[in-house]
């Protein structure tokens, strides 16, 4: 026989600030990160798994190294700086968006490893992607993560003040 699954979600504003986001920590590391395909079946039977555990999704490891999420982006804030990961991911439009106006509001932007100490570290860890640009991940397992509110809103801000690209 045939199984199917369709998911849908719901349209959300851009920019959410008070919402919570918990992600269950997964090693797995995409074939070809680097490209974007249509074979998702492995992320959705990964997100299906850290949904039935209690969470909202999942960021992938490689041992210690943070790489992404599911079908999101990492940008870890923090001591004037702003990183994203170096590891195998897919390049993301919208972390170059963020990287641009992290600058605008005076961070330092790079790539670089990303270890759950960087996360913990943090005063803000965004899961970024072009439906949640400004979406701050606030637990990693059982493990709050911190949130500069104050940030975020900045974040936000500046993300919706960006030109909109035809």
Do not use: N
Request: with cysteine; aromatic share 4%; hydrophobic share 45%.
């Amino acid at each position: 026989g045939c199984t199917v699954l369709i998911t849908s979600a719901p349209t959300d504003a851009l920019v959410q600030v008070e919402a919570d986001f918990h992600v269950q920590a997964v090693e797995y590391s995409r074939p070809l990160a680097h490209l974007k395909t249509t074979d998702l079946f492995t992320q959705i039977a990964i997100r299906r798994q850290a949904r039935l555990g209690g969470h909202d999704d999942a960021l992938l490891m490689c041992g210690d190294e943070v790489l992404e999420g599911l079908t999101w982006s990492v940008v870890v804030w923090g001591k004037g700086g702003a990183r994203t990961s170096r590891g195998a991911v897919l390049p993301s439009v919208t972390v170059s968006l963020i990287e641009e106006l992290a600058r605008g509001l005076g961070y330092v932007f790079s790539r670089g490893a990303l270890t759950l100490g960087d996360l913990r570290e943090a005063d803000l860890t965004l899961a970024v992607s072009v439906s949640h640009p400004a979406r701050a991940l606030s637990r990693v397992g059982a493990e709050v993560m911190r949130i500069d509110r104050d940030l975020l809103g900045s974040v936000a801000r500046a993300y919706e003040g960006l030109p909109l690209q035809k």
